[in-house]
Antibody, heavy 115, light 106 residues
């Protein structure tokens, strides 16, 4: 069974930083692209970033490029999202997801950017 | 970028009834890279359908997907109480976009 267990998240001030983590199990982590997706009531579901199996390719939505960094550690079966220069509009529930024929999702973690 | 438009926004039905949800793409979706998800309050989305018509593991056969090109449909043949939720379509692969969702309510 695919399991994606997320940690991190919380309340951070505008301009601050936060790191999200996602621990994977139940599949061969190093064989899959992985993604981060966020959700807000206003914008719905929005793909944020993804990373190739070996970490050699990374892609970002325009609104986070240059501020967020996706990374992975295949030895630890873990995915990360480093979020810097956070803005109020980054407030959302963030999900990690296994790419494939559709997504398998983590449980989500709330990130709130507010002073 | 492909835009996915779901209709209706809300579907009001009763248990036992048939639900038909639409997802229309602004451009043709190649390889039928179209997925459907179910999301209940406070939970992550759950994959129902991939490849436009293939059920994901463990999904009951009352859920079916159809369509190709720009028009796709999710059908729930007989609504069970646990099926009342929000449903999203997604174009996956190189371009990843989501529809805005259809709420199926009692």
């Amino acid at each position: 069974e695919v399991q994606l267990v997320q940690s991190g998240g919380g309340l951070v001030q505008p301009g601050g930083s936060l790191r999200l983590s996602c621990a994977a199990s139940g599949f061969t982590f190093s064989s899959y692209w992985m993604s981060w997706v966020r959700q807000t009531p206003e914008k719905g579901l929005e793909w944020v970033a993804n990373i190739k199996e070996d970490g050699s390719e990374k892609y970002y939505v325009d609104s986070v490029r240059g501020r967020f960094t996706i990374s992975r550690d295949n030895a630890k079966n873990s995915l990360y999202l480093q979020m810097n220069s956070l803005r109020a509009e980054d407030t959302a529930v963030y999900y990690c997801a296994r790419d494939g024929s559709g997504y398998d999702w983590g449980q989500g973690t709330l990130v709130t950017v507010s002073s | 970028e492909i835009v996915l438009t779901q209709s209706p926004g809300t579907l009001s039905l009763s248990p036992g009834e048939r639900a038909t949800l639409s997802c229309r793409a602004s451009q043709s979706i190649t390889n039928n890279y179209l997925a459907w998800y179910q999301q209940k309050p406070g939970q992550a989305p759950r994959l129902l359908i991939y490849g436009a018509s293939s059920r994901a593991t463990g999904i009951p056969d009352r859920f079916s997907g159809s369509g190709s090109g720009t028009d796709f449909t999710l059908t729930i043949s007989r609504l069970e109480p646990e099926d009342f939720a929000v449903y999203y379509c997604q174009r996956y692969g190189s371009s990843k976009t989501f529809g805005q969702g259809t709420k199926v309510e009692i």
